[in-house]
């Protein structure tokens, strides 16, 4: 603290300013990155469930028509979408028993991709390094799924069933990006409109609060070392503290020079 008060009070008034601005600025940059980044996390997540709509639309569609043979074409023409990785297509225990295991690809891999074949509830959550979006969603057995019938060909299994699930993931590497690049260019701007305000207070403080106080340090001095002109009368600036402190200088003056 005492080397605060050993500071000229221009450097005091500029640097607490400048301090002031540095958290303002910080807090609004953090404050409107994470908004831009929860927002595109948002819209990940709208769109991993557009994802699972056209790619199960599409599936049941080649499987009416006969054309389910071009389904690994058609998943990685999906996956050819920008951030769009591991596109894979489970198959459920209902189905498994009615046509079959499937290929190792429609199996689950993990505990994640089991508890939604077994529970019927979808996982959507980031990755620990927030740079993926995984989303594992259930397929169910209904009279109106997509606009068809899936009783139809899975009549085996009671409505409501799990008949399997679409398992994706979206990454997330180009919204951090652009999010640690706006985050850079709002804290330039910021900057540059930060440096002409620090530069303002910089002229009024030394205009109007350090050289009236220069003026009167003087004048004391030379009183305290008995050369002064005691006549001398010093310029009052205004009504306020520093006009009081001037007329109370004054006034000492009187006294000593009676």
Partial sequence: MQRINDLPIWVRLVGAMWLILVLAWGGMTFWTVQEQRQTAVRQAESFSETLHEITMAGLTTMMITGTINRRAEFLDQIIELQNVHDLRVLRGDNVSRQYGPGGEHERPRDAIERNVLE??????????????????????NS????????????????????????????????VNTASRRFGFNFL??????????????????????????????????????????????????????????????HAMMDNFRD
């Fill in 119 to 140: 529970t019927g509830e979808p996982y959507i959550a980031l990755s620990e390094d927030r740079s993926t979006l995984r989303a594992v969603m259930p397929v169910k």
């Fill in 188 to 249: 330039a701007v910021a900057t540059l409109i930060s440096l002409p305000v620090l530069l303002f207070l910089f002229l009024f403080t030394r205009r109007f609060v350090t050289n009236p106080l220069h003026e009167m340090t003087r004048g004391l001095q030379g009183i305290a070392q008995g050369d002064g002109d005691l006549s001398h009368r010093l310029p009052i600036h205004g009504k306020g503290e520093i006009g009081q402190a001037a007329r109370a200088l």
């Fill in 143 to 174: 009279r109106q799924y997509l606009g068809k019938n899936c009783t139809l060909c899975h009549a085996v299994a009671p409505e409501g069933a799990v008949l399997g699930g679409v398992s994706l993931q979206i990454s997330l590497e180009d």
